[in-house]
């Protein structure tokens, strides 16, 4: 089962990798249409597997930037695999990003008291009071700052 995950990641991140780069190779033709035909696509990815790197490419003709981009590419999809891989990790990055997600801090709130009541994971629930403090504060509520506050302190 672990076998078929990592072919499964690893086909996720070349389908990744080949959206990237034909979005850039789109833009970057319609930015300079004249010199289209000499221009090529190169890549280099780190294989899951094996750690090998490998090459996509017509010919090798990249810049240090495209090359930092697509490090930085991969480097973010092996460590958002790492995330959704753990449900801790996963828990917790729903709990930071719960402002992109709710229309307001006080909606923010409400989730969060229900959830903390509902969650047995101690790492969780001291995820969600570290949230549930930062939200209070940000709403003036300081008695309940204080309160999450003491609760994480006296775990």
Known sequence: MKEHNNNRKYQLCIIGLLGVIVGMAISQFKSNDAQADNQHIYAQYQSPNDSMFQTVADKPKITG??????????????????????????????IMGIDDNTSSKEEAILILEDTLQATRS???????????MELY????QTSKTQQMMRQLIVQ
């Open 65 to 94: 930037d495209q090359l930092a981009l697509f490090q930085n590419i991969f480097s973010l999809i092996k460590e958002y695999t790492a995330v959704v891989d753990d449900p801790t990790a996963c828990s917790v990055a729903a």
């Open 122 to 132: 101690d790492e969780v629930r001291r995820a969600i009071r570290m949230k549930l």
């Open 137 to 140: 504060n940000k709403t003036g």
